[in-house]
């Protein structure tokens, strides 16, 4: 079975500085994974995903992810936060091994900008 | 485009009460499905359809019945509410149409906030 383990729930950064949003997977299959970002009050919007292709792989509004197999990672980094960045975001994994086309979502990492 | 739409936004209910959650979407996506949010748990598949016609169950599925006989509607129904079913749900489409796992991106609508009493 597959599952997604977000390492944080909480991360607070200063305005300016990077973002490392930690998303640990597991999969019997060769896994899709997907960076989803929900603004307060909002429905989920998709960032970035990765299928197989490029391990590193660029998304919206400046953000990317690398896949690493070995460490079965796919962290969301950011080289400098905005404070439009301020959200919850969600890892998630797509895979084959459930018989359910279907998505397995971690619990969601908060972020805060402070100013 | 509208995209993905649900109604209501807000509703307030009584333990035993049932009531109909509505999603369309004006993508022709073929597959919908329903969430649920919960503080600190993600977001919880209910049911699912990869098109009109066919449904099946997802991770938390008792207590939902759904039905498919479009392919732009997917309503959610709550035949007799309990306070567990206080969440927020999430109706959300793709086009994707490869194998078993999905591999395209999921449209959310905004949701629905729901409190049973």
């Known amino acids: 079975a597959q599952s997604v383990t977000q390492l944080d729930s909480h991360v607070s950064v200063s305005e300016g500085t990077p973002v490392l949003l930690r998303c640990n997977y597991s999969?019997?299959?060769?896994?899709?994974l997907f960076w989803y970002v929900q603004h307060p009050n909002k429905g989920l919007q998709l960032l970035l995903k990765?299928?197989?292709?490029?391990?590193l792989v660029k998304g919206i509004n400046g953000f990317e992810a690398e896949f690493k197999k070995s460490e079965t990672s796919f962290h969301l980094t950011k080289p400098s936060a905005h404070m439009s960045d301020a959200a919850e975001y969600f890892c998630?994994?797509?895979?084959?091994?459930?018989?359910?086309?279907?998505?397995?979502f971690g619990s969601g990492t908060r972020l805060q900008v402070q100013p | 485009n509208a995209g993905v739409t649900q109604t209501p936004k807000f509703q307030v209910l009584k333990t035993g009460q049932s009531m109909t959650l509505q999603c369309a979407q004006d993508?022709?996506?073929?597959?919908m499905s329903w969430y649920r949010q919960d503080p600190g748990m993600g977001l919880r598949l209910i049911h699912y359809?990869?098109?009109?016609?066919?449904?099946d169950q997802g991770e938390v599925p008792n207590g939902y019945n759904v039905s498919r006989s479009t392919t732009e509607d997917f309503p959610l129904r709550l035949l007799s509410a309990a306070p567990s079913q206080t969440s927020v749900y999430f109706c959300?489409?793709?086009?994707?149409?490869?194998?078993?796992?999905?591999?395209?991106?999921?449209?959310f609508g905004e949701g629905s906030r729901l409190t049973v009493l």
């Open positions: 959300a489409s793709s086009y994707d149409r490869s194998g078993q796992a999905i591999t395209g991106e999921l449209f």
């Open positions: 999969s019997s299959y060769s896994p899709s």
């Open positions: 990765y299928t197989s292709a490029a391990t």
């Open positions: 998630v994994v797509s895979a084959s091994d459930t018989g359910r086309r279907a998505l397995t």
């Open positions: 993508m022709n996506h073929e597959y």
């Open positions: 359809s990869v098109g009109a016609g066919i449904t």
